[in-house]
């Protein structure tokens, strides 16, 4: 029972106060408003972005992209981002720019493949096979 000095318990109603859902609850509540940390990261062979940022919970990935200034340092990439052509990823995961990010996301921007895999080995068992004598 709460004393007349506390102030009254927010509980929703039917959880018990101090229950494990209870403290889901109010740590839900409370991360829901709490600004929340990211790092945009995008590579190139001689020159990497590498961007911490802090941001409103519930932000995209596409909104954390814009807010970095990634767009202004690489403007070809500013370009593939709005045509949504830029894969993203956070920590190696493949996402889509709508995603909802959380703490500690490293939200990562791809670089196209200069070339497909499969055709590259393709090409080196021919010329394997070629050198070994074969057809």
């Not at 909104?63 to 970095?68: D, G, I, K, N, V």
């Not at 202004?72 to 720019?97: C, E, M, N, Y």
């Not at 200069?114 to 080196?124: F, Y």
């Amino acid at each position: 029972m709460a004393d007349a000095g506390s102030a009254p318990s927010a509980a929703a109603p039917g959880v018990e106060p101090g229950s494990a859902l209870s403290t889901a609850l109010s740590t839900a509540l409370s991360t829901a408003t709490t600004p929340l940390s990211v790092q945009i990261c995008y590579a190139l062979p001689d020159e990497a972005f590498l961007e911490t940022l802090t941001l409103a919970a519930g932000s995209t990935i596409a909104q954390a992209l814009a807010a970095s200034g990634l767009g202004r340092r690489f403007p070809a990439l500013q370009s593939a981002i709005d045509a949504g052509q830029a894969r993203v990823g956070i920590f190696g995961k493949v996402k889509t720019p709508d995603t909802v990010r959380r703490d500690g996301d490293r939200i990562e921007v791809y670089r196209p493949l200069q070339a497909d895999p499969k055709e590259t080995r393709r090409r080196r068992a021919k010329h394997k096979q070629q050198a070994a004598g074969g057809r």
